[in-house]
């Protein structure tokens, strides 16, 4: 699990890609962006929580 806090704004693309052991992710409510692929290939990630504050999310957050 990773809980990116209050200093992280923007999620980079492929910030996160083949994190095999990635359950789960919570952004807080300052993150303003997630770049594509950011969760690529993170085959066990289950919950994204994704606050609504969000003005630029990825229309691939999770690749293909």
């Known amino acids: 699990s990773v809980d ?15 994190c095999t052991s990635l359950r789960s992710a919570l952004l807080s409510t ?3 962006s997630i770049g ?12 994204l929580t994704i606050p609504r504050s969000l003005e630029s999310p990825s229309t691939t957050p999770r690749g293909h």
């Not at 704004?9 to 890609?17: C, K, V």
């Open 30 to 32: 300052s993150a303003t």
């Open 4 to 18: 990116l806090g209050p200093s992280v704004a923007r999620i980079g693309g492929a910030a996160f890609e083949r």
């Open 36 to 47: 594509d692929g950011a969760f690529y290939g993170c085959s066990l990630l289950r919950e």
